[in-house]
Each structure stands twice: as C-alpha cells, then as structure tokens.
C-alpha cells in the first residue's frame, strides 16, 4: 500500500519579471517523509518553500496539502491546515520568553489568540504543552529568559518548537543550522534526526554531512527545475550532481 501524500505542487511556477525562479517543479512528499532539498545558491530552494507555504502566490501551476487543492490559501490557513515551517532567519518576539512565545502559539492553533497572556493558572493546558515542548527540544532551562537575550542556537531551537506547537502534518525546516556556531549544531541535529516519525519533513540545507544523516529521499534543484531525485546513495553518486553542485567532496552516506 502506498503512503498517503500530504504535499504536492503540480507544475509549479514562479516569475519574477523576466526571471523564472521556480520552473516547473512537479514534487509530492508522503506521509513520514524525510526529505532534503539542496542545489547551489540561486537555485531557487527558498522561492520553492515560499510557494509552499504560502508566503509567495505561483504564477501557475497548483499545490495541494493533504489533498485539498490550497494554491490560493494563505500562509495562515495552510498553517492551521497542518503546514508548518521555520525561516532562514528566525521570525520571533525579542521581547516574550520561550514559554509566552509557545503559549501564544498554541492558543493561536486553538482559535483563543487573546487568552494566552491570561495568568498561568488559567490555561494550564496551554502552560503544560508549552512545558512539554521546551523539554522535548531539550531547552527547558531558557524557558523565562527573553527571546532577544538567548544565545542563537537556542532561538533555532525555539523556532523548531513554535513549529512544532501548531501540530503540523507537514514541516519545512529552511537552513534550521544557518549562523549556529559550530558546538550548538549538534544539539540542533539531533533534534531534527528526533522529530516525530508521523510528521512528513522537508529540510533545505547546504550542509551535505547535516542533509545525508538526516534525509532518507533528496531533491536537487538547478535554476530553478527539478534537476534530480532519489536516495542519498544515487545522490552522492550521481556524476550530474556532483558537477553542478557537490563537487569532488567526498560524502559518506
């Protein structure tokens, strides 16, 4: 039995004036995927997940989330739909702490926006969920510190959890490592490698050791199309790939 696929787009397109940033791209990504999407700078990675997420509209071509055509859906209601991401740079409150920061978004999800600043004891649903997630990401001891203070990793970390707080079906994780000094990478790794098995995930990342010990499928895109997909073994040993965009490195898979 073949899995459920929970995204897909359909002949996807984007244009910039006279640049096509996003050409065609045919994809699906099933249920419980781990996915990685690599290609040289400019190849259009990001355009692709923005489509996907709803932050940029195609010039055509169509997506669907869980199979309900959501190509004209907003980010905010393909988020509550179940697509959930993180960005490049991070997009949180410098000014709340981590467990505001959860709170705020899980009250969002729940449709009760104004009721997460309330005092602790009134939502202790609210609270413990938050709770539960900071110890999951392993950040448990920055929970009451302000966003704006901690560390970058640690905000990397946050972003994860705030994504994860929205319950998604499906998590695109843009360059989760990107600016994280080298000895906090391997706490974001291995949270990524420890992601829930039922959310299907999709990781944009230019790190090749990160992309073939995460990814079980990849994606390669060269200016904009789909140049390539498969395994990371018929990856690392495409003679194509490795012209356009790995190089002679070697990657041991």
């Known amino acids: 039995m073949n899995p459920r ?3 897909e787009s359909r002949d996807l397109v984007k244009r910039f004036g006279g640049i096509t940033a996003t050409d065609h791209v045919t994809f699906s990504l099933p249920e419980g995927a781990r996915h990685a999407l690599i290609g040289p700078n ?3 990675k990001t355009t692709f997940i923005n489509l996907l997420s709803g932050v940029l509209t ?3 071509g169509e997506i669907f989330l869980d199979g309900v055509n959501v190509t004209h859906w907003s980010a905010r209601k393909r988020a509550h739909a179940g697509l959930a991401r993180t960005f490049q740079i991070n997009q949180l409150f410098a000014d709340l702490t981590p467990i505001e920061t ?21 939502r202790t649903d609210f609270v413990d969920e938050a ?3 900071l110890a ?3 950040i448990s001891d920055i929970a009451h510190h302000r966003v704006g203070e901690l560390a970058y990793g640690k905000q990397r970390l946050l972003e994860i959890a705030v994504a994860l707080a929205q319950k998604p079906k499906v998590l695109l994780l843009d360059e989760p490592a990107a600016g994280v000094p080298e000895h906090e990478r391997e706490q974001i790794l291995d949270v990524v490698a420890a992601l829930p098995k039922d959310v299907a995930l999709i990781l944009i990342e230019h790190d090749m050791h990160l992309v073939f010990r995460f990814a079980k ?11 390539v997909e498969g395994t990371p073994e018929e990856i690392a040993n495409d003679p194509r790939v490795r012209q356009v965009y790995l190089g002679e490195e070697e990657v041991h898979v």
């Open 136 to 138: 999951q990401l392993g």
């Open 102 to 122: 959860l709170m705020l978004t899980i009250a969002e999800r729940e449709n009760a926006g104004a009721a997460w600043w309330r005092p602790v004891g009134a």
């Open 5 to 7: 696929i929970l995204l």
């Open 131 to 133: 709770v539960a997630l």
């Open 217 to 227: 499928s990849i994606s390669v895109l060269v200016n904009g199309g789909l140049f």
């Open 58 to 60: 195609p010039t055509s």
């Open 42 to 44: 400019g190849a259009g």
